[in-house]
């Protein structure tokens, strides 16, 4: 298996909802990413995970809530999120050591109205 | 800091042309780069990694520590290229950190 699978593929919300986007691998990746992608410009990391330890946030707003229960499963936690939070979440994995690969999902392309 | 530069949003090229998608880097240590596609509707896929020194899809890269570069080149250009494409550069550190180029569209028509 060597694919990286996310859930749900669409998702809207509103200001005011709690929501989750959900992240999984089973290819004993031990690095795990999350990355937004706005339409027409490359992806932008918010948050790495090395052996289900947060090691990078590149200072996103606490609205976004990372979490890596176990090294199979990453998810986000969405709170109170803005309009412009709307954009293509991409998760990803790579091994932790040389040739480090990183293998993305299709993305859940999240709406905030 | 690590920046990746790639100069050219569209490069539209004839079918049979051949394609050099552009990309510079800036990183103080020896970096690992690579470059990923996205076809229409599916999902960022590594393409080419400089270590491995491989041809994919007729592609090559040779990564240039003078010049800073790490340059995607294929001899001729095949109508199912079309696509993005995106170079990007991991640190070397033990928080692995990859960061993408703002990317290039080719466009190969015939």
């Known amino acids: 298996d060597t694919e990286v699978t996310q859930t749900p593929k669409h998702l809207v919300m509103g200001m005011t909802n709690k929501k989750s986007l959900k992240c999984e691998q089973h290819?004993?990746?031990?690095?795990m990413y999350w990355y937004k992608q706005k339409a027409k410009k490359p992806p932008e990391l918010m948050f790495v995970y090395s052996y289900e330890k947060l090691s990078i946030n590149e200072s996103v707003p606490s609205r976004f809530s990372p979490e890596c229960p176990n090294s199979s499963l990453l998810n986000l936690h969405l709170h109170a999120l803005q309009p412009e939070d709307s954009a293509l979440y991409l998760c990803?994995?790579?091994?932790?050591?040389?040739?480090?690969?990183?293998?993305f999902g299709q993305g859940t392309r999240l709406t905030v109205v | 800091a690590q920046r990746v530069t790639q100069p050219e949003k569209l490069l539209s090229v004839f079918k049979g042309a051949p394609v050099e998608l552009k990309c510079n880097y800036s990183y103080s240590g020896s970096p690992e780069l690579f470059w990923y596609v996205q076809y229409s509707r599916q999902r960022l896929q590594l393409l080419l990694r400089h270590i491995s020194r491989e041809s994919i899809k007729g592609f090559t890269a040779d990564l240039n520590k003078g010049e800073t570069s790490f340059h995607l080149k294929k001899p001729f250009a095949q109508e199912e290229d079309s696509a993005m494409y995106y170079c990007a550069l991991r640190n070397t550190g033990t928080a692995s950190k990859l960061t993408f180029g703002t990317g290039t569209r080719l466009q190969v028509t015939l």
């Open positions: 990803a994995s790579s091994p932790t050591g040389h040739l480090r690969e990183a293998f």
């Open positions: 290819m004993g990746h031990r690095a």
